[in-house]
């Protein structure tokens, strides 16, 4: 590489284009790093035939020995899911989904009921050990328990009892239905109602599994809660249903990652993720999304359609943090309901499109309640020929007196064939609050390339640096593990230990 | 009767004014009617028209204006024409969206420039010239509006400058919409259409004035072409009421090299909402865009405002402010669309906005939409109140509260007013924008009644 | 250790560089002034190896090597060093991260082994004091908020960490006060040494004060119109570049 490249500028000095090849070359390099977490487990699965009707949802929840008023909430969604349209809003460029050709649901054969972890599947251990992820908990980092959720399923839930002790229940949403229903039942569809939107409602009706936890009152969770999603099957759509309630005074950090095998097909993943964060609770949620984003010509690549909100009460916090890079089409919005007075929200994102990707993601602030508070920080960055929008709603009720947010969005275009774009949504109703956004789209600045070689640094050691300094305000909202896996993500190297 | 048959029949009732149009005329005019049939007015559903709601246009049906004599013009509009930016340069007046040769002043016309009724015009030597441009320069999404215009227009204004011409005096065109002179609830629709042949200049000042309490609606489409080298300064200053409601779009082709600057003050209205886009056509075209809309009441202001990025070099800025009170509502949307290979590319936006009343409402999207990477875009929006710091501060030196808040409201306003090309249009302005906001600060009996000066 | 025969080199449509020897032997310290658009910026850029120059002609040799063929960042781990005149910030990317990279590409490039993350800060600490550096400086990001007297005291730091063979200095003096500039020169008078060579880009006479150079050069019109000791740069110093111009002019004729 680095031979390749002096001989370029041997061979015309230091004129621009060379520079510029130079650059482009550098860029490319960079971004088509191969996806690591394409294989295929080879487990056998017991799936649903391809096809969607009432009948699929009813065999669903019978499958899951669901109580009746869980059917009756599905059914509810699935006929009203029947009269809705999928949005078209997005700047995202997809040919139609067949929501027939899919598969419903879809689970490693188990042999009976698990009693503790040396039960799981050996395969399927295997297959977390590779995604880095260890499901035996004398091998894991201490302080992170882990939700696997494989296809449709849990298939293990780290540290259950040592969270217990505290009275933090965390384990898959189905256990949650069977061991505590009434919470379930009083929060599912509290704050992503069943009606909210075309796919949100899909989910509401398909929802397979996902991870429930709740912290009681005043009980600081001591280890972050995370859930590993892995989609395996081929067409199979996975609909994880995440349901995280903090109460009064309480506080959790939740970690949430993704991948998937690489397919041909496309694969849907349409999930729906809802925080309730009631009086002075505080959740702290993050992902890094790395599902599979199709080949370097656009072929497969997972459809991420996902609805995330939370609801935050009196003097509650809700904060998201996101590094997305993968799928093939990301369109997502975690949300903050600002409903009690004082409650803040939080948004921080990175988003990286490459190749084909599209991404249309963003936030909406809601403000409802007085003096709330919102900050918005997102960072795109494109390449290749991938479209990266930025979409965002910050609305201020009337009653919203003494609302503040802070938005800043920024845009970073490696390369000519790609596209960043910004719409932020900006609704403002009362004279005491004070709503401030801001946002700029540039390429990669050359002066600041060219000082990191003049100090010896090579030309994508230094796009990697400034990627990740331009970065750097979202990366560091990350919990300590996922910033590593986030920087890796990147292909960046993250600020060092020193200073 | 729907809006769409109501629209047919209007259409039917001016065939004779019609009769004598060239065939290509006549021909654009069934083309679009028949697009407004197929397209119906825009529903909120319509990103464009997300935020205004324009139900009480299509539901209201409103009769074509028809010619009146000068003598039976309002008080009030007499009292506009007196203004003295109206002395110098060619001026042109229309009321009720009909060409009123009587009040109009083209005779002081310099060689080259061309200011006329555009429906005069297409008998004489400019037909072919308004042949090939009249609606070849709008983007098709301009919502059915354009094509209701298309259809109906009565008439408008035809401005052309030759190649090198340079304008010493603005070229003032008022629209004087007298609600006291019409039959009932009754609209117009004007169509301008301004050529600026290559190294030319000129600075056009529309000002559109409503009177009277009857509703009224102004539907007005302008097509400018700024040829390379050339520039304009487009100055629009309207001024509408409680039961006035105005949807005008502007759509400029800037060539090489050229210049546009558009400078608007948009105060209040019913419903009032304006276009503004700019097709930067080719290299190192320049388009600053600025303005000002203020609502009150009940009233509702939408400026948007698009401008696309077609060649490199170009370069754009855009900076709008808004002041609302009571239960008003304003809308911003600015849009930049940077396309693919439009390299070194600079564009700024601007939005701020200020509240006046709890009841008052802004919806602010400014967009960059870019698909080309040796670009430098940003926008920025902000929404607040008055500082309290500042109110204090003026406070603290003897100004009452309403004092202040006025001063300071036209302190804000003064960024864009200042870059009016006339002293005289700025005091205008100001005077506008004081009487407007009246009862919001000097409603309290006590108050000085005088206005405050502000530096400008 | 540089040596530059004949250069000539545009800028845009521009020829700025007129033909321009030099010879810098190690140890020696030079110094280039000239007046504004004289073509002291172009030189130090061409050297160095920024986009936007045009070799027309002539060559560079820097330690033997054919200067002009290495990508900028090779330069920089041949030895080569410049001081810039405006040094870029760069948001987020720590300034300890930054020349911890550096370094380690440096060394890397000679066959050492990586510097491991406590040697270097000890390294950087005692650097620092050099340069009466404060501390914060090692939490902030490159040169972002830095005042101007921060940003060219940072860019000696560097220097002092790099250990480059030949430094060119480009401005170095520009707006900074008296203490400032004491400090800079300071540094960089600590680094002088019988392997190591300067050469400094200057506008005014004030930092030869400090920084005594062997040899003076003054720039004009994008050629050497005058080469000479110290003294030649009190001589500018009285009679202004006018004089230069005639003696530009003469040899111009000549």
């Known amino acids: ?499 | 009767m729907d809006s769409q048959a109501h629209y047919l029949q209007q259409f039917a009732n001016a065939a004779h004014a019609r009769s004598a149009e060239p065939s290509w005329l006549r021909a654009r005019r069934e083309a679009a009617l028949a697009d407004f049939q197929r397209l119906g007015f825009p529903s909120q559903k319509l990103e464009d028209w997300r935020y205004t709601n324009v139900r009480e246009i299509s539901e209201t049906p409103f009769v074509l204006t028809t010619p009146k004599t000068v003598g039976s013009l309002s008080s009030a509009s007499r009292e506009a024409l007196q203004d003295p930016s109206f002395d110098r340069g060619p001026r042109i007046v229309f009321v009720n969206g009909i060409f009123s040769a009587e009040l109009s002043a083209l005779d002081s016309s310099p060689k080259g420039l061309r200011v006329e009724s555009l429906c005069a015009a297409p008998q004489r030597d400019t037909e072919r010239l308004i042949e090939e441009n009249l609606g070849q320069h709008l983007a098709d999404n301009l919502s059915s509006f354009a094509a209701l215009n298309t259809a109906l227009f009565q008439d408008g204004v035809f401005v052309h400058l030759a190649r090198g011409l340079v304008l010493e005096h603005p070229i003032q065109i008022l629209h004087l919409l007298d609600t006291t002179l019409s039959d009932g609830e009754s609209a117009c629709f004007s169509r301008n259409l301004y050529l600026l042949e290559p190294d030319s200049h000129a600075t056009i000042v529309e000002t559109v004035l409503n009177f009277g309490d009857t509703r009224f609606l102004c539907n007005a489409i302008t097509e400018i072409v700024v040829s390379r080298g050339a520039s304009l300064k487009h100055v629009v200053l309207q001024r509408g009421n409680a039961t006035s409601l105005h949807v005008s779009a502007t759509q400029v082709r800037q060539d090489a090299a050229s210049r546009f600057e558009s400078i608007s003050i948009l105060l209040g209205g019913k419903l009032a909402r304006s276009d503004l886009r700019s097709l930067l056509n080719a290299e190192r075209a320049e388009c600053k865009m600025r303005g000002l809309y203020a609502a009150c009441q009940h009233q509702l202001v939408d400026q948007h405002t698009f401008v696309s990025h077609e060649k490199p070099l170009c370069t754009s800025e855009g900076y709008y402010k808004g002041i609302l009170a009571d239960r008003a509502h304003g809308v911003f949307n600015g849009r930049v669309i940077v396309q693919p290979h439009a390299q070194k590319t600079s564009s700024l936006q601007s939005n701020k906005n200020l509240l006046l009343s709890d009841g008052a409402e802004i919806d602010s999207k400014p967009e960059l939409i870019i698909h080309a990477d040796d670009v430098k875009c940003a926008h920025g929006s902000t929404t607040g109140s008055l500082s309290e710091d500042s109110l204090f501060y003026l406070r603290s030196r003897g100004l009452s509260e309403d004092e202040a808040k006025n001063l300071l409201t036209r302190a804000f306003a003064a960024e864009i007013t200042a870059l009016l090309p006339s002293e005289h249009l700025r005091h205008r302005t100001d005077a506008w924008l004081t009487e407007y906001f009246a009862e919001h600060f000097l409603s309290d009996g006590n108050s000085n009644k005088k206005p405050i000066g502000v530096t400008s | 250790m540089l040596n530059i025969h004949h250069l000539v080199v545009k800028a845009g449509d521009a020829i700025i560089l007129k033909g321009i020897d030099l010879h810098i032997k190690p140890g020696e310290v030079h110094a280039i002034m000239g007046p504004n658009g004289s073509g002291k910026s172009t030189l130090a850029n061409t050297l160095s190896g920024r986009a936007g120059y045009e070799i027309v002609s002539g060559s560079v040799s820097f330690q033997g090597q054919d200067l002009l063929s290495l990508a900028p960042e090779i330069r920089a781990r041949e030895g080569f060093f410049l001081g810039f005149q405006y040094p870029v910030e760069i948001p987020g990317v720590g300034n300890m991260y930054f020349l911890r990279a550096a370094l380690n590409a440096i060394r890397k490039h000679r066959g050492e082994p990586e510097i491991d993350a406590l040697d270097f800060l000890t390294l950087a600490k005692e650097k620092m004091k050099l340069l009466e550096l404060d501390e914060t400086l090692t939490k902030r990001s490159v040169n972002e908020g830095f005042s101007g007297g921060e940003k060219k005291r940072n860019e000696i730091f560097q220097m002092a960490l790099l250990q480059p063979k030949f430094a060119l200095l480009d401005e170095i003096d520009s707006g900074l006060d008296i203490d400032a500039l004491r400090i800079v020169a300071n540094g960089v008078n600590s680094l002088r040494g019988p392997e190591r060579s300067f050469l400094l880009i200057t506008h005014y006479q004030r930092l030869l004060d400090y920084i005594v150079p062997d040899y003076v050069h003054v720039l004009f019109h994008g050629k050497i119109a005058k080469s000479g000791g110290k003294e030649l740069a009190l001589e500018l110093e009285e009679k202004g570049y006018g004089w230069i111009e005639e003696i530009a002019k003469k040899s111009g004729d000549a």
Not at chain 1, 188 to 214: I, K, M, Q, R
Not at chain 1, 231 to 236: K, L, Q
Not at chain 1, 328 to 356: H, Q, R
Not at chain 1, 373 to 392: C, H, W
């Open chain 1, 1 to 499: 590489m680095t031979k390749q490249r002096d001989q370029i500028s041997g061979s015309c000095a230091t004129d621009i284009s060379a520079r510029e090849e130079d650059s482009s070359h550098a860029i490319k390099q960079l971004t088509e790093q191969e996806y690591k977490y394409g294989f295929v487990t080879e487990i056998e699965e017991d799936s649903f035939a391809p096809g969607l009707d009432e009948s699929v949802v009813v065999r669903l929840s019978e499958k899951k020995r669901e109580p009746q008023w869980l059917l009756d909430f599905r059914i509810k969604a699935f006929r009203r899911w029947l009269t809705m349209e999928e949005p078209r809003w997005a700047f995202l460029r997809y040919p139609t989904i067949d929501y027939q050709a899919a598969s419903y649901y879809s689970a490693p054969k188990k042999k009976k009921t698990l009693q503790s972890l040396d039960e799981v599947d050996p395969e399927l251990i295997e297959t977390y050990n590779k995604l880095g992820i260890s499901l035996e908990e004398q091998k894991r980092l201490q302080g992170v328990a882990v939700d696997a959720v494989f296809d449709s399923v849990s298939v293990a839930t780290t540290f259950r009892e040592e969270l217990a002790r505290q009275g933090i229940l965390f384990c898959s949403f189905s256990d949650a239905v069977q061991t505590y229903p009434d919470l379930v039942k009083k929060y599912l569809g509290s704050v992503v109602p069943y009606s909210d939107n075309f796919f949100a409602t899909l989910n509401s009706a398909v929802f397979s599994d996902g991870s429930f936890a709740y912290i009681p009152k005043g009980v600081r969770c001591p280890m972050e809660l995370s859930t590993y999603f892995r989609i395996n099957a081929a067409n199979t759509g996975q609909f994880e249903r995440t349901l995280l309630i903090a109460d009064e005074g309480g506080y959790v950090s939740y970690l949430e990652g993704c991948t998937a095998p690489m397919r041909d097909e496309n694969q849907l993943h349409a999930a729906v993720v809802e925080l309730v964060a009631l009086d002075s609770a505080h959740i702290k949620y993050s992902t890094v999304q790395n599902w599979y984003p199709g080949n370097k010509k656009g072929i497969g690549g997972i459809y991420n359609l996902v609805t995330k909100r939370g609801k935050a009460m009196k003097n509650a916090k809700i904060s998201w943090t996101q590094v997305e890079t993968g799928s093939a089409i990301t369109w997502k919005y975690p949300s903050c309901l600002l409903v009690g007075d004082n409650s803040v929200g939080e948004f921080y994102s990175v988003a990286m499109t490459n190749n084909f990707q599209q991404a249309d993601t963003g936030t909406k602030m809601i403000h409802i309640g007085k003096n709330t508070s919102s900050t918005i920080v997102s960072k795109g960055i494109s390449a290749g020929r991938s479209q990266n929008s930025y979409r965002g709603l910050v609305s201020i009720q009337q009653k919203a007196t003494g609302a503040r947010n802070y938005s800043q969005c920024d845009s970073l275009l490696l390369g000519d064939q790609c596209g960043a774009h910004t719409f932020p949504y900006i609704e403002v109703r009362n004279t005491s609050s004070v709503v401030e956004h801001e946002a700029s789209t540039s390429k990669i600045n050359e002066e600041q390339l060219f000082y990191c070689q003049q100090r010896g640094i090579s030309i994508e050691n230094a796009i990697s640096l400034i990627v990740n300094g331009f970065c750097k305000e979202v990366l560091r909202e990350l919990p300590m593990e996922f910033a590593v896996e986030a920087q890796n993500l990147l292909g960046l190297q993250l600020e060092g230990t020193v200073g």
